[in-house]
């Protein structure tokens, strides 16, 4: 496979999750007490927000490496 076809096709992919998803969430434990035997954690979820340009970006990016791509091939 040509390496701006699957560099197109990475990107397209990349863009559809972005919009599908708007986001990275994921959960950190932390430990607030730790008193010999006793221990208190307490799990914080976290989002990292994608803003729906970053998929539109990456989906356009996607489209045109693979009109690129096969105008050179």
Do not use: C, H, N
Not at 11 to 16: A, K, R, S, T
Not at 33 to 51: A, H, M, R
């Amino acid at each position: 496979m040509k390496t701006y076809t699957l560099t197109g096709i990475i990107l397209i992919v990349i863009g559809i999750i972005a919009f599908a998803y708007q986001g990275i969430t994921y959960t950190t434990r932390e430990k607030i007490v730790d008193f010999g035997p006793i221990q208190v954690t307490s799990d914080t979820t976290k989002t990292l927000p994608l803003p729906p340009i970053v998929g539109g970006i990456a989906l356009v990016g996607g489209i045109v490496v693979l009109v690129i791509g096969s105008k050179k091939g």
